[in-house]
């Protein structure tokens, strides 16, 4: 079975706290691609990721940093000092590489970032 | 265009009647997607087309769900007879390539369809 869990449905931080966002995955392919999205009020999904199944270096961009655990099939989203611009649902998705390109998405976090 | 459109931006309808959502993905993708994002059901894979062709219907929830794409661009979801529980916001998506290859997808700003 393919699937992606994102077992924390809402989170609250105060502004410049660090946050992580979990996902984890099912998959028995082999190779795969793992991606974040986010999702704003109004409402279209900004790609903000993405990491094959070979490559579990770590990777921060900014304020933003993933961290892939293939031993633990974790693909963990952490924002350092969180503004209130980062308020938004944040999606986690699998590719396999012989499903056809389609995403299998997580249920989605929402991140309130509170002043 | 620069980024992925789609027509309408909100749709109301009546129970029962038909629907037609459009997608007009950037320029020179292949691939092009449809996603329905519902209240407790999260984002879900409706079908996936490459080119003119959907290799991957199996989201699809009813034979009263089609959907079409011609020149290898536009493409057209209809929802038949629709039911209260279709309502939804209704997402495409387009890539280069498939994100099973590592590409990314980009997404439009989805359709508000409200059954009544």
């Known amino acids: 079975a393919q699937k992606v869990t994102q077992a924390q449905t809402e989170i609250s931080v105060v502004e410049k706290e660090d946050v992580t966002l979990d996902c984890v995955y099912e998959?028995?392919?082999?190779?795969?691609?793992l991606f974040w999205y986010k999702q704003p009020p109004s409402g279209e999904l900004v790609f903000l990721i993405r990491?094959?199944?070979?490559?579990?270096q770590n990777e921060i961009s900014g304020r933003y940093s993933w961290n892939f655990q293939k031993s633990t099939s974790s693909f963990n989203f952490t924002i350092t000092a969180s503004q209130v611009v980062d308020s938004a649902v944040y999606f986690c998705?699998?590719?396999?590489?012989?499903?056809?390109?389609?995403?299998?998405f997580g249920q989605g976090t929402e991140l309130s970032v509170k002043p | 265009g620069a980024g992925v459109s789609q027509s309408p931006s909100n749709k109301v309808t009546e129970k029962g009647k038909d629907v037609e959502l459009r997608c007009d993905p950037i320029s020179g993708h292949t691939a092009l997607y449809w996603y329905r994002q519902s209240l407790g059901q999260g984002l879900e894979f409706l079908i996936y087309f490459q080119g003119n062709s959907a290799p991957d219907k199996s989201g699809l929830p009813s034979d009263r769900f089609s959907a079409e794409r011609t020149g290898g661009s536009v493409s057209t979801l209809t929802i038949q007879r629709t039911q209260q529980e279709d309502s939804a916001v209704y997402l495409c998506?387009?890539?280069?390539?498939?994100?099973?290859?590592?590409?990314?997808?980009?997404f439009g700003q989805g359709t508000r369809l409200t059954v009544v």
């Open positions: 998705a699998l590719s396999p590489y012989n499903q056809g390109g389609k995403l299998i």
């Open positions: 998959t028995r392919d082999t190779t795969y691609y």
């Open positions: 990491r094959n199944s070979f490559d579990e």
């Open positions: 998506a387009s890539s280069l390539a498939h994100p099973g290859h590592g590409t990314e997808a980009f």
